[in-house]
């Protein structure tokens, strides 16, 4: 079925309330620290106090001899057993064709720690309290070395790792240099920025959690793990660490409370209790702390950035030249060299016309944690960096944020960008004015002197987003560095009764797959949302799957459970065409019903169903009993949900205070299944996007390196009161090659949102003589700025 016929279909577009609210409003919903196994052990991390050292010894006696104490694993026990590092998946070679640098990232640290947090022995006791009174125990003699924790003093601090001994970890390059650098010496105007962008703990309301099984009669091993993808964790964590088959682990990722790309990835302690499980043929959990999670989850963003965008005297863009240094952190984790090269500056075209793009990415090691994907992973980088630089420019040129970008966005498609991509679809311009109806801007004067009058200033700030989900074909994934496929598989279960089970390989932790998923069937099948259930997260059921990140679990895996529903339609016509006695190919399926084309003869899905399970009439020669298909699907390019976000901020200079008083999003996600779980996805995503501008600042000591943001004390999350209400549109261009013509969601408000806040904080701050500001716009920095203007 194409994308024209699906988006037509009931259910397709309806706000049906969430299946899994009743469990997860209820307190019905199994987290994994839930769950609780027979014979269940505890384990506990004994963490680097320090960001860079020697281990000089581990005395571990006191620990064992401690009461309940069941084992102590220390490096020397992994390297005993031969487990390898925990593997990266990307490799990014660098432009003078090397391979980027790839040390080990053992799972307990093998003669040296390299940032605070990191693992060193793990554990084990009958009680919680056992294993955590024991661990303190646990005697390091540590040689302290000096730390790194700025990416952009790396270069000239000690090594982290033999293997990169500048702590260099690739350059790589993307567009064409001398082409750009020409553009650049004929330009009318050239407008230049340098920015950060800060550093963020992803912070998910279930801290992550682990629980490791073996049974020594089958030989089998379950994990239990909060993850986003138990498929690739558990190819990763056989495959590459364990040298285990497959076939040997079940990965269960049960209901798991949010995850924002952190919980994509191998962790060493999934492995250390895995391992350990069979050691000590005991089942074990761990359930990081809040404090843990802060120091150990893997974080985002950390970019430092200069940028130049050449333009000619009326505004159009000519050029844009990027330079960035992005922090990898100590260690490379999953799916870390490609945040900042193929999912950054492939994005930096924006929605614009800007014919020559040249971006250049030093990426580095320091002593702070592995830096990896986080909500929007990359795409909200470039759009921070390419927003606040071509409203800078209009600002320059003396043109309205709006303007500016009309001039120079895209109208035809399909559109290649000097930097790979090829958006199939898209409409900027009516999204862009859809956006400035919504706001009011012509209201702005009036409510900016209102502002005024009560000693306040007041701004707007504009950011039209483009972004790329769905990754990617896995032929280019393969060709652009990716270890891995990125296809997704899904199973239609139809039982006897008619009612159906999908298994999909994506992974719900709160997006609601379990509706929307249905509604898809269910809208296909011509049966009720209710009677379709919805199976994800358990390597044991699912047949295969690659996981939940780049918003891409409805555009890729959506599309194969069409794909899957596709083979069920087939195969069902050909029992509905038996009996009806017709021909197969005069046989249509709409509402639930097969008909014949100009008779009156009909049956229902439910007794097509029936007939398969029990075959009594039945052509059995020519079709198997039975009615379960499965699929798998490769994209064949990403989807490019665009919108346009406008913020509008109120400051008090007296305080530095900024309240952001009306945001508006007009967004374009092709076609919308199910528009409420939509809209709770862009209201989470603006929500980090405006914590990301306002509030959030993962700060390490520049001399220590201790995280000095180590708790929700000192690390700002937004709180409702900081959040406005939302107005939201969306407007459709269905995405051209799949067949729901959907397009991902789940990220696009954090990667809109910063750009639009920080543009309109220095909207309102541009009286007051400030013309520059790195987030977080928090009440002290805002001050700051207000004052040093003042001299
Ligand atoms: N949807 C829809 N119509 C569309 C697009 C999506 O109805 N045109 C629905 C989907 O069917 C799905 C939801 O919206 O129920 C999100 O779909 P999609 O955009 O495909 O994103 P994913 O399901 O792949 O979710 C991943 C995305 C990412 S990458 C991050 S990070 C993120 C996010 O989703 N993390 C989240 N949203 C989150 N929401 C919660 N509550 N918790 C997280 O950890």
């Known amino acids: 079925m194409g994308a024209s016929d699906f988006v037509n279909l009931p259910n397709i577009g309806a706000s049906i309330r969430r299946k899994e609210d009743y469990r997860f409003l209820t307190g019905g919903g199994q987290y994994t620290d839930d769950i609780t196994l027979a014979n269940q052990s505890y384990a506990v991390f004994v963490r680097s106090p320090h960001a860079h050292a020697n281990i000089k010894g581990i005395d571990t006696a006191a620990a064992r001899a401690a009461p309940g104490v069941l084992g102590v694993f220390v490096g020397a026990d992994v390297a005993a057993d031969k487990l390898n590092g925990l593997p990266c998946g990307w490799l990014i070679t660098s432009t003078d064709g090397t391979p980027m640098k790839e040390p080990p990232h053992p799972i307990l640290a093998q003669g040296k720690v390299r940032y605070v947090g990191d693992h060193v022995a793990m554990v084990v006791a009958e009680t919680l309290e056992q294993a955590k009174n024991a661990a303190e125990l646990v005697e390091v003699d540590y040689d302290v070395l000096t730390a790194v924790v700025k990416v952009t003093d790396a270069a000239r601090a000690a090594p982290l790792h033999d293997a990169a001994p500048d702590n260099h970890c690739y350059k790589w390059a993307i567009g064409d240099k001398a082409q750009v650098d020409a553009a650049f010496a004929a330009a009318a105007h050239v407008t230049k920025l340098d920015l950060v962008n800060n550093r963020l703990i992803p912070n998910a309301m279930e801290p992550r959690a682990v629980i490791g099984s073996y049974n020594r009669a089958t030989d089998e091993y379950t994990l239990y793990v909060s993850n986003q993808n138990p498929h690739v964790e558990r190819l990763l964590l056989t495959a590459f660490v364990m040298g285990l088959p497959e ?261 719900s932790h709160g997006q609601g797959h379990e509706t929307t998923f249905a509604q898809v069937v269910a809208a296909r099948l011509g049966i009720a949302v ?139 996600f092709g076609t919308i299944i199910n528009p409420m779980i939509v809209a709770g996805q862009v209201h989470g995503g603006v929500a980090q996007g405006i914590g990301q501008a306002l509030f959030e600042r993962c700060v390490y000591d520049e001399e220590s390196g201790q995280l000095l943001t180590g708790s929700m004390m000192d690390y700002a999350m937004p709180r409702a009161e900081d959040i406005p209400n939302f107005t939201l549109d969306t407007l459709s261009t269905p995405c051209s090659h799949n067949p729901l013509g959907s397009k991902g969601c789940g990220e696009a408000g954090a990667i809109g949102s910063p750009p639009a806040v920080i543009n309109a904080v220095l909207d309102a701050l541009k009286p007051l003589g400030v013309t520059e500001f790195d987030m977080p716009a928090s009440p002290g920095r805002v001050w700051q700025a207000i004052e040093s203007a003042k001299h």
């Not at 009058?453 to 701004?459: E, H, L, N, P, Y």
Request: one cysteine or more; glycine letters at 10%.
């Open 247 to 507: 076939h040997k682990v079940r990965v269960i990722a049960p209901d798991v409370g949010g995850g924002f790309g952190s919980k994509i990835y191998l962790y060493a302690e999934d492995v250390c209790l895995t391992w350990a499980a069979k050691k000590l043929n005991r089942s074990i959990k761990w359930t990081a702390e809040r404090s843990e999670s802060f120091v150990s989850d893997a974080h985002g963003r950390d970019h430092v950035s200069h940028a130049e965008m050449a333009l000619d005297k009326d505004g159009k863009f000519l050029a844009l030249r990027v330079h960035t240094n992005a922090n990898m952190g100590a260690y490379l984790s999953t799916f870390a060299p490609s945040i900042p090269t193929i999912l950054y500056a492939t994005l930096l075209a924006g929605q614009y016309t800007t014919p020559q793009i040249y971006v250049e990415v030093d990426a580095w090691f320091t002593n702070t944690a592995p830096v990896d994907a986080y909500r929007g992973a990359g795409r909200p980088e470039a759009t921070y960096l390419l927003e606040r630089l071509v409203t800078r420019a209009g600002w320059e040129l003396g043109l309205a944020q709006d303007e500016i970008r009309r001039r120079n966005m895209i109208t035809q498609f399909p559109y290649q960008t000097p930097v790979a991509l090829q958006y199939d679809v898209g409409d900027f311009h009516s999204l862009i004015n859809r956006a400035n109806e919504l706001a009011d801007i012509a209201g702005l004067e009036q409510r900016k002197a209102a502002s005024r009058a009560s000693g306040k200033v007041r701004g707007i700030g504009y950011s039209s987003y483009i972004e790329a989900c769905g990754l990617a074909p896995s032929n280019i994934a393969g060709a652009l560095g990716a270890r891995a496929g990125l296809f997704e598989c899904g199973e239609v279960r139809v039982h006897p009764t008619g009612s159906v089970t999908v298994f999909t390989g994506s992974h």
């Open 530 to 668: 209710d009677q379709v259930d919805v199976v994800h997260g358990d390597t044991g059921r699912v047949p295969f799957g690659m996981g939940t990140y780049g918003s891409r679990s409805l555009a890729v895996g959506g599309s194969a459970i069409m794909k899957a529903l596709d083979k069920i339609e087939t195969k069902a016509k050909k029992i509905a065409a038996h009996l009806m006695e017709a021909s197969d190919a005069d046989v249509e399926f709409a509402n639930g019903e097969f008909t014949i084309k100009g008779t009156d003869k009909k049956v229902t899905f439910g007794q097509v169903a029936l007939t398969a399970y029990v075959p009594h009439n039945y052509p059995l020669d020519k079709l198997e009993p039975g009615l379960n298909e499965t699929a798998f699907y490769d994209p064949t390019n990403f989807t490019f949900p665009a919108g346009t976000h406008i913020c509008e901020v109120e400051i008090d200079p007296a305080t530095g205070e900024v309240r952001v008083d009306r945001f508006t999003a007009v967004d374009d």
